[in-house]
């Protein structure tokens, strides 16, 4: 019903910048609270950053707190994750996943509660 896809990710050097972003469709989107994922291998998908439906609110994992932006722009049905001052850490496969039934001033952190998934872009942060 919903499709999202991720874009941007790719190699980057400590220290640098990164910006992904997620594309949906349909006409839900600024229904929807939407987040960021990422999963590293041998790890299982942890949170990384959400925002409410509006955009007033944001959630970031203490790992990137002062670290990382999340976005979202509903005219253009997207949302954007600003990666600064990356660390070999934040290597991961990121996920964009969306929720239809969120929280009005909150989002959920839990993966099991998003319904909607892109399919994952590679970010490597080399050392």
């Known amino acids: 019903q919903v499709q999202m896809a991720e874009s941007g990710g790719g190699l980057v050097q400590a220290g640098g910048p990164l910006r992904l972003s997620c594309a949906a469709s349909?006409?839900?989107?600024?229904?929807?609270?939407m987040a960021w994922f990422r999963q590293a291998p041998g790890n299982e998908r942890d949170f990384v950053a959400g925002i409410t439906s509006s955009g007033t609110r944001t959630y970031y994992a203490d790992s990137v707190e002062g670290r990382f932006t999340i976005s979202r722009d509903n005219a253009k049905k997207a949302v954007y994750l600003q990666m600064n001052s990356m660390k070999p850490e934040d290597t991961a496969v990121y996920y964009c996943a969306a929720d239809r039934r969120p929280y009005s001033n909150s989002v959920h952190s839990g993966p099991a509660e998003y319904d909607y998934w892109g399919q994952g872009t590679q970010v490597t942060v080399s050392s």
């Open positions: 349909g006409r839900s989107f600024s229904s929807y609270a």
